[in-house]
């Protein structure tokens, strides 16, 4: 989609939006392709799948650290007759 279509449905500037697509190029979760005299941009589905991948382990991991945290400190409350 151009910058347009896409600013369009959103609660900021074009040029906001421009801003967040270079940083989404730069990351190489967009792409570019010049139309004339409009950049067209779309997802880079594989990228954007590799960094859900590493979203879902860093949850995962930090979800199982924070659970295995709180079975310990109630072992321990247990264990100190509370």
Do not use: C
């Not at 979203?55 to 991991?61: E, S």
């Not at 945290?69 to 509370?82: D, F, I, M, N, T």
């Amino acid at each position: 989609m151009p910058v347009g279509e896409l600013a369009a449905d959103l609660p900021v500037s074009r040029s906001a939006v421009s801003q967040h697509l270079k940083v989404l190029k730069d990351a190489g979760l967009v792409a570019e392709q010049s139309a004339g005299t409009r950049r067209i941009y779309r997802l880079e589905e594989t990228a954007v799948l590799a960094l859900r991948d590493q979203l879902d382990t860093f949850w995962n991991r930090t979800l199982s650290g924070f659970e295995s945290l709180v079975e310990r400190s109630q072992k321990e409350r247990k264990a100190r007759g509370r």
